[in-house]
């Protein structure tokens, strides 16, 4: 079976032309599933980048942690079951709670084959300045930032102004900074929902298989690993390209196989 990942844009278009700053932007969704812990004080909005979210952030993190002083409220709005009211008690402590990179902090099935904690010195500076991980509580967020374990998601109910109303425009905002970036989206959809590339801006990311008869679908836990697979294979290479030919030449040049098709699609085999 061969798995297809899928570098779309709506129009068909080539990646834009290179800009003043970093050449590729990677964005990642976040996981569930957080390590514990961390050697980093407590959560410095002023060590988070994107500093033009810093009020929304202070806000979210008030509204969360007076939340979860009410716990049978919190997991009921979260849908956590008493093996995660654990969950609960980290909400609550999330300004003095120990922080570490969210590189490290995510786990799950994407972060597990993005192995972040074993990327060597200059792959994990290459991670710190291209990729961003739009977290629900925090937004985007650089690889490298300091945050503590939290638990939101996309879809969480709290009281009040939703988070896609309370996101979607402000990290709208911040990702019309980097237009002329090459842009990479590998967020799912929900969280792609709470902040929006512009139009024309980037490339959307969707994991497929062609089975033997030539039929395609998409995929679920091969979607999340191969994406992370992905991300780490560029972090370790630690090249900007600056059009989709030079990507082209590397994945060939690399056993990760590039082919630009018709549609404005790029397919990498595997």
Do not use: C
Request: charged share 25%; no cysteine; proline share 7%.
């Amino acid at each position: 079976m061969r798995r297809l990942f899928v570098f779309t844009t709506a129009v068909g278009r080539r990646w834009p032309e290179r800009g003043d700053g970093d050449t590729v932007l990677i964005l990642l969704p976040p996981s569930e599933t957080k390590r514990d812990g961390g050697a980093g004080g407590p959560l410095d909005y002023a060590a988070l980048s994107h500093p033009a979210l810093t009020k929304h952030r202070r806000a979210l993190v008030r509204r969360v942690s007076q939340l979860a002083r009410r716990p049978e409220e919190m997991m009921t709005r979260l849908k956590l079951g008493q093996k995660l009211a654990f969950e609960v008690e980290r909400n609550r402590m999330l300004a003095k709670a120990p922080t570490m990179p969210a590189m490290d902090r995510y786990t799950g099935v994407l972060y597990e084959a993005l192995d972040a904690p074993s990327l060597p010195p200059e792959a994990r500076a290459f991670a710190a300045q291209h990729v961003r991980i739009h977290s629900a509580l925090l937004g985007l967020l650089g690889a490298d930032d300091p945050i503590p374990a939290y638990r939101l998601s996309h879809d969480s109910r709290l009281e009040g102004e939703t988070l896609k109303a309370g996101w979607s425009r402000a990290v709208a905002k911040e990702l019309e900074t980097h237009r002329h970036e090459l842009v990479l989206d590998l967020r799912s959809e929900g969280y792609a929902a709470l902040g929006p590339l512009p139009a024309d801006h980037g490339y959307f990311v969707r994991v497929v298989t062609t089975g033997p008869d030539g039929s395609v679908r998409a995929l679920n836990h091969f979607n999340k690993k191969g994406k992370g697979e992905f991300v780490r294979a560029l972090a370790l290479h630690g090249e900007d390209f600056a059009d989709v030919d030079a990507l082209v030449a590397w994945g060939s040049a690399s056993g990760h196989p590039l082919s630009l098709d018709p549609s404005g699609e790029l397919l990498l085999e595997v």
